[in-house]
């Protein structure tokens, strides 16, 4: 039985491979082939992948990136598709599910909302619901660097506060919307803010995310 994870991955191999080398995407100034040798360094290249949350690393992983997205970009679109290798953490099916879930959701939308004639995606109600349940467990990690208090609501009235303080700004949004808002896509999420009007702004303005 496929996974979250599996599906997702596949979506964005899908996506990367029909945008091109070098489309934009979301992150940052990445192109496609910038992201897709990301996502293959991430599980790949552990000793490398450690510089995303290490700073002192940062310079290692940014050559090694660099290294990867000089390869052909079919090449590392098959890399993605067919996973890690068999020795990788990422090759067990519950670390697949708990690492990559929302890893390949927020970067299938990169890729989906940097295109112009992006359209909302249809999320059933059981993937919602696992993204809610991850989002729930690392909202105030993601949060952390508001400047001010942020909810984040599901429009049934469940919450998840991501940052306790005042002023306190309310994000309403389905768990897909809310995802990519506290990873730093607040430009391309379809959800509504609710506080002052300053708050607000500083939120839209925050670096959330990892």
């Not at 491979?17 to 992150?27: D, H, I, K, R």
């Not at 469940?158 to 700004?169: D, H, K, L």
């Not at 609710?194 to 995310?209: F, M, P, T």
Request: aromatic share 6%.
């Amino acid at each position: 039985m496929s996974t979250h994870a599996q599906r997702e991955r596949l979506f964005l191999a899908d996506l990367l491979e029909s945008a091109g080398p070098n489309a934009p995407t979301l992150c940052g100034g990445w192109r496609t082939r910038d992201l897709a040798a990301h996502v293959v360094v991430r599980e790949r290249r552990a000793d490398a992948a450690a510089g995303i949350v290490l700073k002192p690393l940062a310079a290692r992983l940014e050559r090694v990136q660099a290294e990867f997205a000089a390869k052909p970009y079919e090449e590392l679109i098959q890399l993605i598709r067919t996973g890690p290798p068999r020795l990788s953490p990422y090759a067990l099916k519950q670390i697949d599910e708990a690492a990559n879930t929302v890893e390949f959701y927020v970067h299938a939308e990169d890729v989906r909302r940097a295109q112009p004639d992006w359209a909302p995606r249809e999320v059933d109600p059981v993937f919602a619901d696992a993204l809610w349940a991850r989002l729930e467990r690392v909202a105030r990690m993601l949060g952390r660097r508001s400047p001010v208090g942020l909810v984040l609501r599901r429009p049934d009235g469940r919450t998840a506060v991501a940052r306790r303080g005042a002023p306190v700004v309310t994000v309403t949004g389905e768990p897909g919307e809310l995802t990519l808002f506290v990873f730093g896509r607040q430009a391309a999420a379809r959800v509504e803010l609710d506080g002052e009007k300053d708050a607000v702004a500083e939120v839209e303005g925050a670096e959330l995310g990892i």
